[in-house]
C-alpha cells in the first residue's frame, strides 16, 4: 500500500474553489474612496513544478533583484517564459480529476509597493484580483492571505490590518494546472499568468458594500420602478427622474427604457454614511412570455457573435482601448448582441455594452469538454464534490454583474456535459435573480434553462424547429429557440448565414443566434505573421481551429464581418424597377428610423450618374412604406440599376454621421450581351498561329500573348486551395469536400492534347482533363474567333465517367507579366465573394492592386474571388465575361496557396496567375457546421461559357 504524504501544495488538486476570499459582491467603482492599481512591472521565477521553490519569497525582505520582470497584467507565457498551448477540447494533460501533472509550470509574482502618503487610516482595505489563471495562493506581508481558483472571475482578500505606510510586499504563486483546470477547457490557449487587474481599494467606515439595482420597464404604461437592495442603508437618488428614496423603497416613474437599440442610462447616486457608488440605470423588463424571450414586451432577434477575449501580443489581458473597440466595431457592423464565451469578461466589457448597447449572454467560467472523450464519466459537473466549486463560479459570476442592464441572459457555462451541479447553478440563479433568463446549451429537454439552444444545427433542423416539428420534451417545445454558436468563422466564410437569417426573419420561434466567433486567437509571431496551435511545439493541439473569428487577429474586419453587416442590416430595402418605387422596412425591434438619413444612387455601368436624398418616414420597429424614386436618367444602352442607403443623419456615440447602415440594389435595364462577330480565319507560320490580336503555339494550341501582353499557361482550372470549411471537421459524418477533392485527385490534374484545329473563321483546341489514376475526366474544349480588335474564347465542358462530388471550381487560368498589378473591374466588390457568402457584394467598378485582392487568412486558403464581374483590366489586357463570371488575381499559384500554413510561406513570383471561373462551389460552415447547401454546390455538368479578351486602349 502507497502512502500519498500531504504537502503544502495540496490546495491545488483540491475541488474546493480556494479559502480566504470574501463573499461575491458587485463590480463597482467609488466616486470617492481610494483605490490603487498595483498593475504595472513585477518581478517573476518560473519554477517547473508546483512545489519546486519554497515559500520563503513571501517574507519581507526577500531579495527578488535577480528575478525576470513582467507586466501585469499579463501572461508568462507571451512574455519569454515558457510557451503557449492550444487545444480545442482534449486537456493537455492526462485525465485524473482532480490531479494534475507534477511537472506543472508556477509562476512567483512579487511587487513591493507603497501607499501613498493620503491613503486613508480609517476603515479597511481589500486587495482585488480580476482575473488569474488557473490557481494562485497570495500573501501580503509574509502573511498567507489563502488561495483561490476560477480563473475569469474576481477574488478579494481583506488587507487593511497588513498593509504598512511603505514597502509593502505582495507575493502570488500562480499554478498553471489545478483541480480548477478541469473546468476551463474553453476552446483557447492555455495561458496562465495574472491576467486582469490587481487593485487595493479603501472600504471607508459605512461603506457601501454590496448592492442589487432592481430596475424595471412597463411597456404598457410607460413607467419604470427603481428599486436598490444594499447590505448597508443609504439612499437612492437620480436627478433625471427627480428620485431620492432609501435604499429597499420601491418608486415608479415615468421613464425612456434601455434596450440594446436606445440604450437610454439614467446616472444616480448610492449614498451610504461613509460612501458615495455612481450608479448607471437602465430600465427594462426581461421575461419568457408566449413562448417567446421578450425585452419590455418585445421579442427579440439576436444578431449575434460569440466573443473570447483576445490581443494578439497580450493573450486575455485587454486593455479598454481594445474592449472599446471591440463594442464600436460591433455597433458598426449592426451586430445586437454578445455571448461572453465562456466566461465573464472583464468587467469594464459589460460598462461599454451598458453605454453603446448590446444584448448579453452572460456566460460563467466553466467547461468540462475534454470529459467528452471517456463519455462523460467522472465529469465534475455530475460528481457532488465538485458542486461548491460550480456555485462559486456562478455566485461570483451573477453577483459582479448583476446591476448591468446589458446583461438578460445567464449562461451555465460550456460544453460541459449534464449533471446535479448544473441544476444546482440554474436553481441558485433563478432564485437569486428572477429578473433574467438562464440558458445552457448542453441542456438537451431543458430541464434547468430558459429556452431551447443547440449548436450548428442544420438549416433544415432549424426550419423544423421554427414549425415546431422538432419532437423533444413538452417543455422543450414550448420555449423559444437560440442558435448559440453557428456559422463557424474559420478561414474563408462563413457561408450559408443569409439563408439562416432568412429562417429567423420567418419563423417568431427562432429568436437568431451568434455567430462562432469574434475573433482568430492568432499569436503575433515574426516566424509565421500569426502563429496558431503546434506553432509552439505541442504536444497535443488543434492547429488553425483557433482561428475561427470575424476579425483577423489584428482586429481587421474579414469578409466574414462584411457579410454579417449585409446579412443583419436592420433596415431591408424591396426595389420594383416597373412602378419606380422601393419599398423600406424597419427591421428594429425597438428603434424607429428618425436617426437616419436615406439616399439614391443611379449607376450605368457601375457609375454614378445621378444621386440624391430620399424621403422615407420615420418607420416604427416592423413597419414598411413604398417610397417613390425619381425618373431615372437615360442611359443608352448602358447597364443600369438603382442604390439606396440608409445612413446616420448624425453623429452618434458608435459612429459618426454617414456611417452606412444598410443598403440595398435594383436592376434597371440588364446588361447588354457581348457580342465578336468572327471576320478572319487561324494563320500559320514559324511555328505559330496567329489570330486576331492574339498569337497560339502552333503544335499544342496554347496562346502565347494578345497583342504586346505575354499570356502563359492558359487552361481550364478546377482547383481551389482548400479552405478550412472545404476540409471540415474530422468528426463530421457526412462528406468533406476538401478531402473528397483530393481523393479524387482534383488537386493534380493532367491535361491531354487531343487536336489542334484551325479550321474556318476558328482555332479549336480539344483537350481531356483528368486525374491520374481515375476514370473520371472533363472533356474540354476551347474555341477562339476573333473580329480582327478582339478575341473570344468558348469554352465547352463535358464531364466523363462518374462523378460523385462537385467540383471546387471551374474555369480558366492563365499567367500574366508579374509587373500586372492595378485592377479595375466592373462587378460584385469591394471584397471577395462566393455563392453562399455575397449578400455584401456590391455592383459597380472598383480598383485594386492584385496584393489588395488578397484576403490573408492565417492559415492561407481560396480567396479574393470578385463575383458578378462583367469585365476587368489587368496588365494591359481587359476581360469580358459571357456570361459574368469569378475574377481573382494572385502572386503565386493555387498549389503554392494550398501548400501554404502560414502567410509568410506566400513568396510572389515573376508571375500574376489570373482566374476567370464560371463557377463557384459554395462554402459553408462545415469547419464545424454544416457544408453548404445544396443550391451552392458547383456540379459537374456539362456547361459553356465564353470570355472576350482585348489590349487595354
Not at 495540496?10 to 480556494?18: A, F, H, L, R
Not at 462523460?376 to 460550480?390: E, G, S
Not at 486525374?771 to 477562339?784: G, I
Amino acid at each position: 500500500m502507497s502512502i500519498r504524504t500531504t504537502t503544502a501544495v495540496d490546495y491545488v488538486e483540491d475541488v474546493s474553489p480556494g479559502t480566504g476570499a470574501l463573499p461575491p459582491r458587485a463590480w463597482y467603482a467609488s466616486s470617492d474612496a481610494a483605490s490603487l492599481s498595483l498593475n504595472g512591472s513585477w518581478r517573476f521565477r518560473l519554477s517547473p513544478t508546483a512545489d519546486a521553490e519554497d515559500d520563503s519569497f513571501a517574507e519581507p525582505g526577500f531579495d527578488a533583484g535577480h528575478w525576470a520582470q513582467i507586466a501585469v497584467p499579463g501572461h508568462w507565457a507571451l512574455q519569454g517564459h515558457g510557451s503557449p498551448i492550444y487545444t480545442n477540447h482534449l486537456y493537455p494533460f492526462p485525465v485524473d480529476p482532480p490531479r494534475v501533472p507534477t511537472e506543472n509550470p508556477t509562476g512567483d509574482h512579487l511587487h513591493v509597493f507603497d501607499l501613498p502618503s493620503d491613503w486613508p487610516s480609517d476603515g479597511g482595505t481589500v486587495l482585488r484580483f480580476d482575473g488569474v489563471e488557473s490557481c494562485a495562493r497570495v500573501w501580503l506581508n509574509g502573511t498567507d492571505l489563502g488561495e483561490f481558483k476560477g480563473s475569469r472571475l474576481p477574488h478579494e482578500f481583506a488587507v487593511g490590518h497588513l498593509l504598512q505606510p511603505g514597502g509593502n510586499v505582495l507575493a502570488v504563486r500562480v499554478h498553471q494546472w489545478s483541480a480548477g483546470s478541469y473546468l476551463e477547457d474553453q476552446d483557447q490557449w492555455w495561458l496562465p499568468g495574472v491576467f486582469r487587474d490587481v487593485t487595493l481599494l479603501h472600504r471607508p467606515a459605512g461603506c457601501v458594500l454590496d448592492f442589487f439595482v432592481h430596475a424595471s420597464y412597463d411597456h404598457t404604461t410607460g413607467e419604470g420602478t427603481l428599486k436598490v437592495e444594499s447590505d448597508v442603508d443609504g439612499r437612492v437618488t437620480v436627478p433625471a427622474l427627480d428620485i431620492d428614496v432609501a435604499t429597499g423603497e420601491s418608486v415608479t416613474v415615468p421613464v425612456e427604457p434601455w434596450t440594446a437599440e436606445t440604450p437610454r442610462l439614467y446616472d444616480g447616486v448610492l449614498a451610504t454614511e461613509g460612501e458615495r457608488v455612481p450608479l448607471r440605470i437602465g430600465f427594462r423588463t426581461v421575461v419568457l412570455e408566449d413562448g417567446l424571450i421578450k425585452v419590455n414586451g418585445t421579442p427579440l432577434l439576436f444578431k449575434g457573435v460569440n466573443r473570447h477575449e483576445w490581443h494578439p501580443e497580450k493573450g486575455r489581458a485587454l486593455d479598454p482601448e481594445t474592449m472599446r473597440e471591440d463594442v464600436l466595431l460591433m455597433k458598426r457592423h449592426n451586430v445586437n448582441a454578445v455571448r461572453t464565451s465562456h466566461y465573464p469578461p472583464h468587467p469594464a466589457f459589460l460598462e461599454l455594452c451598458d453605454t453603446y448597447g448590446l444584448w448579453v449572454i452572460d456566460e460563467c467560467d466553466l467547461e468540462t469538454h475534454g470529459f467528452v472523450e471517456q463519455a462523460w464519466r467522472d465529469n465534475p459537473v455530475d460528481d457532488d464534490r465538485w458542486t461548491p466549486a460550480l456555485l462559486d463560479r456562478a455566485a461570483r459570476m451573477v453577483e459582479r454583474d448583476k446591476n448591468h442592464p446589458s446583461v438578460v441572459i445567464w449562461s451555465l457555462g460550456n460544453e460541459a456535459g449534464t449533471g446535479r451541479g448544473l441544476t444546482a447553478m440554474a436553481e441558485w440563479i433563478h432564485h437569486r435573480d428572477a429578473s433574467r433568463l438562464v440558458h445552457y446549451e448542453g441542456d438537451i429537454d431543458c430541464r434547468d434553462t430558459d429556452m431551447y439552444s443547440r449548436m450548428y444545427a442544420f438549416h433544415e433542423e432549424v426550419e423544423r424547429i421554427g414549425r415546431g416539428l422538432d419532437g423533444g420534451t413538452g417543455k422543450r417545445r414550448e420555449l423559444p429557440f437560440v442558435l448559440c454558436e453557428f456559422g463557424h468563422a474559420m478561414g474563408n466564410g462563413p457561408g450559408g448565414i443569409a439563408d439562416y437569417q432568412r429562417l429567423f426573419e420567418t419563423y417568431d420561434r427562432l429568436q437568431g443566434g451568434f455567430i462562432w466567433e469574434w475573433i482568430d486567437h492568432g499569436i503575433k509571431d515574426e516566424r509565421y505573421g500569426f502563429a496558431y496551435g503546434g506553432d509552439f511545439g505541442e504536444e497535443l493541439h488543434d492547429g488553425n481551429f483557433v482561428c475561427d473569428g470575424l476579425l483577423f487577429p489584428d482586429r481587421k474586419p474579414s469578409p466574414g464581418l462584411v457579410e454579417y453587416k449585409k446579412v443583419i442590416e436592420p433596415i431591408r430595402f424591396e426595389g420594383d424597377a416597373a412602378d419606380g418605387t422601393v419599398r423600406v422596412r424597419n427591421a428594429y425591434d425597438f428603434a424607429d428610423l428618425s436617426a437616419l438619413a436615406f439616399v439614391w444612387s443611379f449607376q450605368v455601368d457601375g457609375v454614378d450618374v445621378e444621386s440624391g436624398r430620399l424621403p422615407v418616414p420615420p418607420l416604427g420597429p416592423g413597419e414598411s412604406a413604398h417610397v417613390k424614386l425619381p425618373r431615372p436618367p437615360e442611359a443608352g444602352d448602358g447597364e443600369t440599376q438603382w442604390t439606396v442607403r440608409a445612413l446616420l443623419a448624425s453623429d452618434t456615440a458608435w459612429a459618426s454621421a454617414g456611417h452606412q447602415v444598410a443598403w440595398g440594389q435594383f436592376p434597371v435595364a440588364a446588361r447588354p450581351p457581348v457580342r465578336v462577330v468572327p471576320s478572319g480565319a487561324p494563320r500559320s507560320g514559324d511555328g505559330r498561329i496567329t489570330l486576331g490580336p492574339a498569337s497560339f503555339d502552333a503544335r499544342t494550341g496554347a496562346l502565347m500573348s494578345i497583342g504586346a501582353v505575354d499570356v502563359t499557361g492558359l487552361r481550364l482550372d478546377v482547383w481551389r486551395a482548400t479552405t478550412d470549411n472545404d476540409d471540415g471537421a474530422p468528426w463530421q459524418s457526412d462528406v468533406r469536400h476538401g478531402p473528397a477533392w483530393r481523393k479524387l485527385g482534383l488537386h493534380r490534374m493532367r491535361h491531354r492534347l487531343d487536336a489542334v484545329e484551325p479550321t474556318g473563321d476558328a482555332l479549336t483546341v480539344r483537350t481531356r482533363v483528368a486525374p491520374a489514376a481515375r476514370e473520371v475526366a472533363l472533356a474540354t474544349v476551347y474555341r477562339w474567333t476573333s473580329d480582327g480588335d478582339r478575341l473570344r474564347l468558348t469554352v465547352s465542358v463535358a464531364p466523363e465517367g462518374d462523378w460523385t462530388v462537385p467540383l471546387p471550381r471551374l474555369g480558366v487560368r492563365f499567367g500574366l507579366s508579374g509587373a500586372a498589378d492595378r485592377v479595375r473591374w466592373f462587378g460584385g466588390g469591394p471584397g471577395e465573394a462566393y455563392p453562399d457568402t455575397r449578400a455584401a457584394s456590391e455592383l459597380r467598378r472598383w480598383e485594386s492592386t492584385v496584393d489588395g485582392l488578397q484576403t490573408p487568412y492565417v492559415r492561407p486558403q481560396e480567396n479574393g474571388a470578385r463575383a458578378d464581374v462583367r469585365w476587368a483590366e489587368l496588365g494591359g489586357l481587359r476581360i469580358e465575361g459571357d456570361p459574368e463570371f469569378w475574377f481573382s488575381a494572385r502572386r503565386w499559384t493555387n498549389e503554392r496557396l494550398d501548400a501554404a500554413r502560414h502567410l509568410t510561406d506566400l513568396v510572389p513570383g515573376d508571375t500574376v496567375w489570373v482566374n476567370l471561373d464560371h463557377g463557384q462551389h459554395g462554402i459553408g460552415s462545415q469547419s464545424c457546421g454544416p457544408g453548404p447547401l445544396p443550391q451552392y454546390f458547383l456540379a459537374a455538368e456539362p456547361a459553356e461559357f465564353s470570355f472576350v479578351f482585348s489590349e487595354v486602349g
